[in-house]
């Protein structure tokens, strides 16, 4: 399964990006999809999780309220929304997935795609 990570730039603080991930060999309604994120100061973090099967979604509690995680089927695409954007969310951006629902997301997931880089800067 490979996976894509695309949407990353550079965007002002209080800004706003859109993240996609595609995955041309992977058929959503199987699969969690989530999305994290690298930065040398903090590691990996989990951002958030969606299970194509039935659109449950799942975010880490300090990611709540300002990342918005969506998918559309059709287009076998998830969606990561980020708005309200500090410096602090400076980081490279991936997408992985894992076979079935997002029990356990934030503890890793099986296939990963390469990251795109966000840099929030003015």
């Known amino acids: 399964v490979q996976l894509q990570a695309s949407g990353g730039g550079s965007v002002q603080p209080g800004g706003s990006l859109r993240l996609s991930c595609t995955s041309p060999g992977l058929t959503l309604g199987y699969y969690a999809i989530g999305w994290f994120r690298e930065a040398p100061e903090t590691g990996r973090e989990g951002i958030s999780c969606?299970?194509?099967?039935?659109?449950?979604?799942a975010y880490a509690d300090s990611m709540k309220g300002r990342f918005t995680i969506s998918m559309t089927k059709a287009k076998n695409t998830v969606y990561l929304e980020m708005n309200s954007l500090t410096p602090d969310d400076t980081a490279v951006y991936y997408c992985?997935?894992?076979?079935?629902?997002?029990?356990?997301?934030?503890?890793?997931?099986?296939?990963w795609g390469k990251g795109t880089l966000v840099t929030v800067s003015s």
């Open positions: 969606i299970s194509s099967s039935d659109n449950r979604t």
């Open positions: 992985a997935s894992s076979y079935g629902a997002c029990y356990g997301w934030s503890r890793g997931m099986d296939y």
